[in-house]
């Protein structure tokens, strides 16, 4: 048996599989039609409320495409009379998480942990995800510098891994 945390399936977007997300993009898609269809979105943390307990209490699925999960968003919506907010619903992508750390450990040297970086994100781009969640910086750091303590070179490769991380976050924003 696979337990997940707080009871939500997988999310399934290609041969991608999302085990951790919040509400804030599902929120944002929201904001997103209710601007386009010229309104404004009533009871907002009731509908993400109820969309919450569906995932976590009455959804049978262990595993649910984005797109089924944005279908039976619409059939909600449709059924609590926003069907004008149904209409103008547009799928977006949960942020993914990407541990550089891990990246790190698999390419330890900086040029092709950045190379390695890059590729991951444009598959992740090509599945439509554009938003990121980059974990474990400082780890990643140590592995590129191979040490077990951190130093002043450490935080120097810090500040400049943040800046990489930074370039993509940005480009994520224009999409």
């Known amino acids: 048996m696979i337990g997940f945390r707080n009871n939500r399936p997988l999310l399934k977007l290609g041969d991608c599989l999302i085990t ?5 993009w599902l929120a944002d898609a929201l904001e997103h039609a209710a601007r386009r269809a010229g309104t404004t979105l009533p009871f907002k943390e009731d509908l993400l409320a109820s969309v919450r307990y569906y995932l976590e209490h009455e959804c049978d699925l262990s595993v649910m495409k984005v797109s089924e999960l944005y279908a039976r968003l619409r059939r909600m919506l449709t059924e609590v009379g926003l069907e004008h907010l149904a209409k103008e619903l547009r799928e977006e992508m949960p942020p993914m998480t990407v541990c550089v750390a891990e990246i ?8 092709f942990f950045a190379c390695e970086l890059k590729k991951q994100v444009e598959e992740l781009r090509g599945h439509g995800i554009t938003r990121y969640c980059f974990t474990g910086r400082k780890e990643c750091v140590m592995a590129l510098r191979g040490r077990k303590r951190w130093d002043r070179s450490c935080q120097s490769l810090l500040e400049d891994l943040d800046f990489l991380l930074s370039r993509y976050e940005e480009q994520a924003a224009d999409y």
């Open 104 to 111: 790190a450990r698999s390419v330890p040297f900086w040029l």
């Open 20 to 24: 951790e997300y919040g509400e804030q």
